[in-house]
């Protein structure tokens, strides 16, 4: 959160100022008296945000915000929409403050989608895909009987060129899967009894690929083998060596598969061949696995080839035949379908099945968004009595009871998909090109809209004045410094800020008392030498050559000059220089951050960054600029909270939410614009969690992601907190 960074900004509220200018000369009242009511009216304050209709225009403003992103000092539209709602709530407030900041002021204010395939092989049915197709025609009636009821939009794909031909990869890239949150796939197994279900959470089935090679030898009479150079042999040496690639060189742990499947050389029992083609699959659970594994196989090939002085051309075949990655079944998306099978089976009906090395195109559907796949029984009576027969076997053959089964289950899955899992943030995408809400500024505005909903229906319950500052250009170009500097605060006793989390549960807050978060400066510098081709280096001056170095002993003001009990961080974050791979530029340009939890950290990192860039560029015969940008990016003080207004805020938290969802945060190098506030007055900023459940179950997307959502149940949560800091300040501050 709030890092100097220039990528991203959008329109940020996230304060919420209490002013205290209400005067009475004396009160008394009980701890334990006020404690109760202070306790009555946050809970009243969470109850009131929570009621659907005001839920639903919480995250209608914030859908609404997060759909139109604007850059730092352009947000127009946004603080537009802020007025409107703020005129809509009766509040008044000044415009434009910071130029596209307001300050209002308050006196004595779906649709997820699902995914499922089909596997078509497109030449033969000897898998069960013309099974599959009908159970997901099946699916396709049931749902549209009951699409008044759905709470989402399912899709049904029918993918073509499964058995080897990657053809899920070509959905993907085709846009099949845009916009889909999930993904539920089967396939018929002929082993187990007509539906029974099988699967497991995480990885399923192994990843695959394919090589051939062609080892080319000097046939000749078989009587002479002396005169010929002998491709079978080589070959046999070769199918020998790749197995210990498993035995020897590969963890036991961990499970991989060489086999060489066919082999194809010569025409009579006296003959040496010219040449042998051979080929077969290799098969991994991780993907270091393939890279491996290829890498392996090659070698060996080759250096088997020379040892018998023949030559190989060994092909992986990518172009015609794409590998295929591990399938990895998401766990929560697992459980969902397995809990569905358990209703509509019976719990014995459903079986955790085991891992196996063969390999299933749904993989790739698995590795861009949660998947479940399963296997379901369609074990045919009568073939049991001759002896089942596999998969891929010509004489395979299915139970056709298992058909209704598989339809209802397809069906099953997705109607009550849209019953446990709320919409998340990427169905409210952007609409603007190259702009988006990345960091919860969108969220932020919300609660404090929500926050001056509650306070204008409390107004005349307010012992004081409460200011809602929407202050623009938070991320990198400090918003806040203007802000103050046009008199946002004037008069003001205390503030209070929140940001979200997307690493902590939502509801959850966190801070602590003093410094929180680091401060920030940034820095661009241009090493100037010689350029000129690679090749004759002495007769340049090498501007790579100098930022390396600089780059190097820049670090050594943390490991060397800074004090090791206190924060400092300089990182050099980019570096542009040069076109060609054999032309040294004329010259190199490179920057970055550099953080501190003192101003006299700021003053020293500054000027020694400066020091030691200069003097690398005189030791390498080039010359440096050094421009700490501060005319357009103001340098960031560290976040500072004060103790007794972190404890008034801790306490509301407490009694809003429970102890045990008051964390006390570790302090943070990250930086956040709100320091400047905390640098003019008693503050306190927390985070408060905002985990969206669906995402979480993928791996949760950072601050400042492209893929970063939250939960929305975040939104009344926020406002509420940021209303009852407000209200509650005025109980326990009184001005005489």
């Given amino acids: 959160m709030g890092s100097l960074s220039t990528n991203l900004f959008f329109f940020l509220c996230i304060f919420l100022l209490v002013l205290t200018s209400f005067p009475y000369n004396s009160w008394a009242v009980e701890e334990t008296l006020l404690r109760s009511e202070t306790e009555l009216l946050t809970h009243e304050l969470l109850e009131s945000a929570k009621q659907p209709e005001f839920f639903d225009w919480l995250k209608w403003v914030r ?57 078509i092989n497109g030449k033969m049915h000897a898998c069960g895909h013309d099974a599959h197709v009908t159970m997901l025609l099946g699916a396709a009636r049931l749902l549209q009987n009951r699409r008044d009821k759905l709470k989402g939009t399912v899709k049904l794909v029918f993918q073509p060129a499964e058995e080897g031909f990657a053809g899920a990869s070509y959905m993907i890239e085709e846009g099949a899967l845009d916009g889909v949150k999930a993904i539920f796939g089967m396939h018929v197994w002929p082993f187990t009894p007509t539906g029974i279900i099988g699967s497991r959470p995480g990885p399923i089935m192994a990843g695959a690929g394919r090589f051939t090679a062609i080892m080319q030898g000097k046939g000749g009479h078989a009587a002479t083998p002396h005169r010929t150079k002998d491709p079978i042999l080589a070959v046999s040496m070769a199918v020998l060596a790749l197995q210990q690639i498993l035995s020897r060189e590969t963890d036991p742990l961990e499970s991989r598969v060489v086999s060489v499947a066919f082999v194809d050389g010569g025409e009579a029992g006296n003959v040496i061949p010219e040449s042998v083609k051979f080929g077969g ?19 060996i090939i080759e250096t088997q080839a020379s040892v018998h002085q023949c030559s190989a051309a060994v092909d992986f075949g990518e172009d015609l035949l794409r590998p295929y990655p591990p399938t990895i079944n998401d766990p929560t998306m697992y459980e969902h379908a397995k809990k569905v099978g358990e209703v509509l089976l ?27 796949l399963f296997t379901i029984g369609s074990q045919n009576k009568t073939a049991t009595a001759t002896g089942v027969k596999g998969l891929h076997s010509p004489y395979f053959t299915l139970d056709e009871d298992v058909l209704p089964i598989g339809a209802a289950l397809h069906a099953s899955v997705a109607i009550s998909y849209f019953d446990t899992h709320e919409l998340v943030d990427s169905e409210y995408k952007s609409k603007i090109n190259g702009k988006m809400h990345a960091c919860g500024h969108d969220a932020h505005v919300t609660m404090l809209l929500g926050a001056a909903r509650l306070l204008q229906n409390r107004r005349d319950k307010l012992k004081g004045t409460v200011k809602l500052v929407f202050q623009p250009a938070e991320e990198g170009y400090a918003g806040a410094s203007y802000m103050i500097e046009e008199g946002a605060l004037d008069g003001v006793k205390a503030i209070f800020g929140m940001h979200v989390c997307p690493f902590t549960p939502t509801g959850v807050i966190g801070s602590r008392p003093g410094p929180i978060m680091a401060g920030a400066g940034r820095f ?61 530029p004329e010259s190199v340009k490179f920057g970055g951050t550099f953080r501190f939890l003192t101003f006299e950290g700021h003053s020293y990192l500054k000027q020694r960054i400066k020091e030691i860039i200069e003097i690398q560029a ?9 421009d700490f940008r501060e005319d357009l990016m103001r340098p960031y003080p560290p976040t500072v909270n004060d103790p007794m207004m972190y404890e008034h805020a801790k306490k509301v938290g407490e009694v809003l939410l429970g102890e045990q969802n008051v964390w006390n945060d570790s302090i943070s190098m990250g930086a956040e ?64």
């Fill in 281 to 299: 699959t290799f098969r991994f659970m991780m993907f270091e696995g393939h890279s491996y594994l290829k890498q392996r196989i090659k070698e």
């Fill in 63 to 119: 859908r609404r915000i997060h759909e139109y992103p604007e850059l730092a000092f352009e947000e127009h539209k946004t603080s537009q929409f802020v007025r409107d709602e703020l005129d809509l709530l009766g509040i008044e407030y000044v415009s434009p403050v910071a130029k596209t900041g307001l300050v209002g002021t308050v006196g004595s204010g779906r649709q997820p989608w699902f995914e499922y395939k089909s596997k």
């Fill in 618 to 626: 005189t030791v390498h015969q080039c010359s440096a600029t050094v």
């Fill in 524 to 584: 661009t510098a241009i090493m100037q030498g010689k350029g000129g081709h690679a090749a004759t280096s002495h007769r340049t001056k090498d501007p790579i050559l100098a930022v390396s170095m600089a780059v190097l002993a820049l670090q050594q003001l943390v490991s060397r000059e800074t004090d090791p009990l206190e924060s400092r961080v300089v990182s050099v974050a980019f570096v542009d220089g040069g076109d060609a791979g054999n032309v040294i």
């Fill in 673 to 736: 614009d709100f320091s400047f506030y905390s640098q003019k007055m008693s503050s306190a900023f927390f985070s408060i969690g905002a985990q969206n459940i669906t995402a979480a179950a993928t791996g949760v997307k950072d601050l400042h992601s492209p893929f970063f959502t939250l939960d929305e149940d975040v939104l009344p949560i926020g406002a509420a907190l940021h209303a009852a800091v407000a209200m509650s300040y005025f109980d326990t501050h009184v001005q005489t």
């Fill in 346 to 372: 019976g719990e014995q009906n459903v079986q955790y099945a085991s891992i196996t090395m063969g390999a299933e195109d749904f993989s790739f559907y698995s590795q861009k968004i949660p998947a479940a």
